[in-house]
Each structure stands twice: as C-alpha cells, then as structure tokens.
C-alpha cells in the first residue's frame, strides 16, 4: 500500500520548479530532447521529483528517439497509475505518480519486448539515484 501525498497547489509551488511544476501539476511536456535524463545511461532508480516514490530502473531505460526518457516497464506497477487522455484530440494513455498524482508523461505501445511498451517520461518529473 503506497502513502499518498497530499499538498496544497501553494505548497507544490514552492516545493517544485517552475518547470516541474507546470509538468507534474498541470500536466505540462518539457520540448523534447532538452531534458537531463533523455540521453542518461548512468544506472540507478528514477523516483517521482514530487514526493520521492520509487517510478523506474535505469535497466528498463531505452533510448527511443523521441526526446524524453523511455522506459519499457515501471520498477512496480502499482507506483503508476494510467488514465485514458483524450486531451487535444489525441487518444493517449497518460501516466502518473500512484503517490502524489502527478503527472509523469504518457505510455504507447511502440516499445520494445518484452513489453512492448514505451513509457514515455518528462525528464523535469524525475530524479536519479544513482547506483553506487
């Protein structure tokens, strides 16, 4: 069972960056291929820039092309909750933090096995902890 986080929209504000905000509040898109971890091979755990929750491996970190980081699996799927976007008249699957609700990227079935899923994430919306 994951502890949600709850805050204030005052709080998130003064807790995030700008642009992290704008992403995981507001469910903003960085511009591709200007984000920290888009081309990031180091190995380590990807957590939620919200509240910490543990969100991806780097061993099921890909490099699709897109410009954001990519992913073929979270590290728990019960750390991610999906829900249909219909936002801009796309039909996408958006992803989201199971712990703070924020807003992480979308996921599309264009990924390599064996999921075949792409789990594509806004570099501003995480953080690594590097193996050591």
Known sequence: ????VTK???????????????????????PAFSGPYDQTT????YR????????????SKYDAGCGWPSFVAPADQSHVELEADNRYGMERVEVRCSRC???????FDDG??????????????????PKK
């Open 48 to 59: 939620c820039a919200g509240c910490g929750n543990e969100l991806f491996l780097s061993d």
């Open 112 to 129: 390599p096995g064996p999921t075949g899923k792409r789990y594509c994430i806004n570099s501003v919306a995480l953080t690594l902890d």
């Open 8 to 30: 204030t929209d005052e709080q998130w504000r003064k807790e995030l960056s700008p642009e992290a905000y704008e992403v995981l509040r507001r469910q903003g898109t960085e």
């Open 42 to 45: 180091e190995p380590g755990l």
């Open 101 to 107: 609700g924020g807003h992480l990227g979308h996921v």
């Open 1 to 4: 069972m994951i502890n949600k």
